[in-house]
């Protein structure tokens, strides 16, 4: 295995691409308890409407399908994978994203039979139609049980106004119908496609032996014969920088009413490399820290005024042809929150706020230190770094290198924005006749 040292940090990780195209990283950490393993494919919600070469036919990725198939997959023709691993000695669980599904095992014992069940569960697929339909039930009461959480509606409803196309606006679940419609053939498909070795990740954190690891593995696949990969071609489509729409509320049965604030901003030039994208990513949720943030001024006016009951939630995600802000909150004053959120835009000056993006700054440095200290964490973090093309180890001399420029930057880019507004109204009493 290829090893690469980070001496700053005091972590080695060892690299290697199997003939099949799996690529394999070992962090060892001596004096761990705990190890972790995750797999994970570049398989998620955004691949919704891209289309698959099966055999001269084009198959259409079905919204949902992503999260589809990780719930059939813990279904395995051994047992239910939960239990299996749970026999081991480990937990594990998964999770389907926009660009990703990741599956994952938390250990202290037999760290060779966790790495095997892992790899076995995933690789392969135990489907029946009438296993199929039985799932389509299942997913589609968690899909209705978050129509029923304001948060996710508020979430959902201002992605819909933001974009007309981009996949982003779907469910990652998708929607009753998308599962309902969802065929054994669209399964099989999409899982000889997107769970090819080529197309995904494995990385083990934790108290081993690269080499032994590395031989684990190689048997492993040694074992097994993969089809060539399905042909994939991403939904093709234009999106314009303008909002979808710029406003929209519906009712629902809250107390207190909760505003969604999106802004939408252009793609990143195709010109810049990773490295600056990615610090420009960084730079975006540091600008959104240092305004919105629970302890800044403009949350502690906001609570004096009554204007909020909770602090405001911010993110912000650069994805396939996206590249968004939301803010989130439960307001009482729906024209006084708005003016205030405006006003604290259009005033923000970097230069005047050095020592707060500093304080910022350190503070991703603590977050970005601390992944490392949980195997799980750590795992979870390297994966996401490669979905992004962002090395993990190089995350703190990002964001050290993130300047006052790079934050008056994003501050422009916040106020020329396209913005959209989502509001849950609470809902009103019915009149007796």
Do not use: W
């Amino acid at each position: 295995m290829l090893k690469k040292s980070y001496e700053k940090l005091n972590e080695k990780v060892y690299t290697t691409d199997l003939e099949n195209g799996l690529k394999v990283i070992v962090i060892p950490k001596k004096g761990y308890t705990k190890c972790a393993g995750i797999i994970a494919t570049k398989f998620g919600s955004l691949y919704s409407n891209g289309i698959i070469n099966y055999h001269n036919k084009k198959i259409v990725v079905k919204p949902g399908i992503a999260h589809f198939l990780e719930h059939r997959l813990f279904d395995n023709k051994k047992g239910q994978v939960f239990d299996l691993f749970s026999e081991i000695g480990a937990i594990s669980n998964a999770f389907t994203t926009y660009d990703k599904t990741a599956y994952y095992f938390l250990t202290s014992d037999k760290i060779e039979e966790n790495v095997n069940l892992l790899l076995d569960f995933v690789q392969e697929l135990n489907i029946t139609p009438q296993s199929v339909e039985k799932e389509k039930n299942i997913i589609v009461e968690e899909l209705n049980m978050y129509e029923d959480n304001p948060e996710s509606r508020a979430i959902k409803g201002i992605l819909n106004c933001l974009y007309e196309y981009n996949p982003i606006r779907l469910d990652i679940g998708g929607s009753p119908s998308d599962v309902k419609c969802t065929s054994l053939l669209d399964l099989e498909v999409c899982h000889k496609t997107f769970y090819h070795p080529s197309n995904m990740i494995l990385v083990i954190v934790g108290n081993v032996d690269p080499d032994s690891i590395e031989d684990t593995i190689k048997n492993n696949q040694n074992k097994k014969n993969f089809e060539k990969r399905f042909l994939y071609k991403d939904y093709d489509y234009y999106e314009s920088n303008k909002v979808l729409e710029n406003y929209k509320e519906i009712e629902m049965p809250i107390s207190t009413m909760i505003v969604s604030l999106g802004y939408k901003f252009p793609e990143f030039d195709k010109s810049l490399g990773a490295v600056t994208k990615n610090k420009l990513i960084i730079a975006f949720s540091i600008y959104m820290n240092c305004i919105f943030s629970e302890s800044s001024a403009l949350n502690e006016k906001l609570y004096s005024k009554n204007v909020i009951t909770s602090p405001i939630q911010f993110m912000h995600e650069n994805k396939k042809k996206c590249n968004f802000s939301i803010l989130l909150s439960e307001v009482l004053d729906y024209d006084k929150y708005q003016k205030e959120i405006e006003e604290a835009i259009s005033s923000f000056d970097a230069q005047s706020n050095i020592l707060a993006i500093e304080r910022i700054k350190n503070l991703y440095v603590g977050i970005s230190l601390k992944k490392l200290e949980s195997p799980l964490d750590y795992a979870i973090s390297y994966v996401d770094g490669y979905i992004n093309n962002l090395d993990l180890m190089e995350e703190i001399s990002l964001i050290k290198s993130i300047s006052v420029e790079d934050i008056d930057y994003v501050g422009k880019q916040f106020k020329k924005a396209s913005k959209a507004t989502f509001v849950i109204k609470p809902q009103k009493e019915k009149k007796n006749d």
